[in-house]
Nanobody, 122 residues
């Protein structure tokens, strides 16, 4: 039974960097799709990045060139390195898991979620 816990959020100035982590408890999930989503106040949750069981990666256009998703299967941990942060990146960031080797694009397909970590960019 997999549970996810995000960490690494905080408050940074525009142009700064943060690295988010998502640690799994329970069985290893390296064979599964993992994803980052975010939700800003007054806005719907949106997909940020995905990484499948083979390491294939996809990003939403607004973060390409600035964010990097990665995973360490041995540590059962997912990461999101965020550079050149902008005010519009301010949101609660969530990690999610889909228990297949490929990644859906819709948040509604993901059955397992972390509690979220706040990122504030000023």
């Amino acid at each position: 039974h997999v549970q996810l816990v995000e960490s690494g959020g905080g408050s940074v100035q525009a142009g700064g960097s943060l690295r988010l982590s998502c640690a799994a408890s329970g069985p290893p999930y390296g064979r599964h799709c993992m994803a980052w989503f975010r939700q800003a106040p007054g806005k719907e949750r949106e997909g940020v990045a995905t990484i499948d069981s083979n390491g294939s990666i996809s990003y939403t256009d607004s973060v390409k060139g600035r964010f990097t998703i990665s995973k360490d299967n041995a540590k059962n941990t997912l990461y999101l390195q965020m550079n050149s942060l902008k005010s519009e990146d301010t949101a609660i960031y969530y990690c999610a898991a889909y228990l297949r080797s490929w990644c859906p694009t819709s948040q509604y397909e993901y059955p397992i979620w972390g509690q979220g970590t706040q990122v504030t960019v000023s």
